[in-house]
């Protein structure tokens, strides 16, 4: 099939609905074989045969009008039907364009919000990354596993004041973790509690504890923060960067 | 002539049900043996038919029932897919006009497309023809040898 064929084929199926086209294809075929009918007719009445008889073989030489109506729709149909499965085809990939477009874009803004979730502490995740660890002891200086810890961090951005507690308990070495606990770029103070067994300690930056158990090895943070200006009054525990 | 319902009963050609007017067409077919269409050739001669200018269908297939005197038997519906089929392929285009007899009818018309499909059918054609021929002219004892 050359390529203007094809190409009308197409303009065909753009301007009218594929429906439209084969009802308007039908009609036309119709027209044409009523057209043929009678004009066969006509002759075989010329040749002398009687009304009835001239119909009757015009019908008989044509043959199954059903038939030819069928092969010709058959005809049509492979033609429109190839732009109407181009059409379906592009249809369904444009709608998973768009399905995966929506997908993604709503990825984006979650991946996008998590940056600025805010974390407990009032800061966003993305910039608590302040961590804190340590060990808990007891008296005979040996670890103490599955001791409650406590912490209580307290923090001073711009133009305010947070605090916030954690809970964890120790693992077996008696060590804890608790991540993402305050911003380092604030200054900040920290108090821990560990209980354990009705033993209790509190500890300010490594203090040791009255009675009991002791937190030892109480880090800084990962990131230190910056030395910060206008620091206002706060308890002496407080931990700033140095 | 009043206008025929072609959209009644459709006829089913051949058989028990051939009416007084088939039987009347068989009789004419008796006196003149009929050569039924090569398969595959009803295209070149459709094509053959619109080189000297647009016709329509019913005028395609009266064009070849008097060039072969009415030897070839098609069937003249069949025209119309093979018509619509070569439409599809760009051979021919089509338009609405005016028929002899007054008539609103289908004109099909032979593009360059169609020109060159000729060409080619016919130079097969010749070549299946000539082939035969040597077939039927050759002489059996010798090919046995």
Redesign the interface.
Known sequence: MNLLAKLKELSDYVNTPLLVNAEQARNELKDEIEFHLESSAKDQLRSGLSVDESVQVAKERFGDVSAVVRECDQVFGSGLMFWHRLHQCITVALVAAVGWLGWYVMGLQEKFADTNLVAATGYSIRSTDGDLRGDVIGEDGRPVSSAHVLAVVKSWPPNGYRQQSYMTTTGKDGTFEIRDVYSPNHDYEVQVSAIQNGCESHCKCGDRARSGLTISKFHSPVKQPAPQQNKRPRSKTRWTSK | ????D??GE????RGPR?????K??AKKAKTKRKADLLQGTLDMLILKSLVAGAQ???GV??WIQETTSDSLTI????L??AL??M????WLTSE?GV?D?N????FYRLTR?GRAQLKKEVHAWEQLVSAIGMVLNSNIAEAKQ
């Not at chain 2, 008539?103 to 289908?106: E, I, Q, T, V, Y």
């Open positions: 002539m009043a206008c025929i072609i959209l459709p006829l089913k050609g051939v009416s007084e007017a088939g009347l067409m329509h269908g019913y297939a009266k069937e003249e519906g069949s119309y897919p619509h089929r439409q599809k392929h760009g609405w028929s007899s008539r609103k009818a289908r497309s």
